[in-house]
């Protein structure tokens, strides 16, 4: 598959796309391809679809039917503000069912920051047997992580936690160049 991927990522600069704005994904039956657009070309991204350079990226069953789900975070969206997308997976690879969230999506909650998206980890937090999604974000007052919890349905942001350097249990004192919530990981136990 790497021919396949060096062929058409050279193919796609050779018509000034930026492959830092696009995401491609393999199969073993085929290729799909995600992107906001072609630059300057005036095709519109899929409503509801954000990509931009930098953030990271997760794989994850959310809605628990046995097939993996990707999560993008997209933190240069919004004016900085930044979002993430969920892009659900199926049978036949991923969809165009997408979640997609940001700092003003009900439920979420935030002081304000910016590069929402910056940081992303999965794994069963609790609550259901669904994976979970933390979701990285930086601020003036140091940085937060915003837990949304896995259903039935994917992603929900009710009963979701919002977790910053000044919630109870975490050790330090908030100051604006703390960066938490900027780089983190998790993982299952054993």
Known sequence: MRGVNDQAGLRLADQGVDMRRAMIGCTVLSMTFWTMGVAG????????????????????????????????GVPGEDRERGAVNVIYGSARGLTAVDQYWTQGTPGIKSAGGWSFGFALAAANFGK???????????????????????????LTAAGGQYWTPDTPGIKGKAEGSDRFGSAFAAGGPG
Not at 131 to 150: F, I, P, R
């Open 41 to 72: 070309s005036g095709a519109a991204a899929p409503a509801g679809f954000a990509a931009s350079a930098g953030g990271s990226s997760v794989r994850a069953d959310f809605d628990g039917d046995g097939f993996a789900d990707l999560a993008v």
């Open 128 to 154: 259901s047997a669904h994976a979970d999604l933390a979701v990285g974000l930086e601020s003036a007052a140091g940085g937060a992580v915003n837990v949304l919890y896995g259903s039935l349905y994917g």
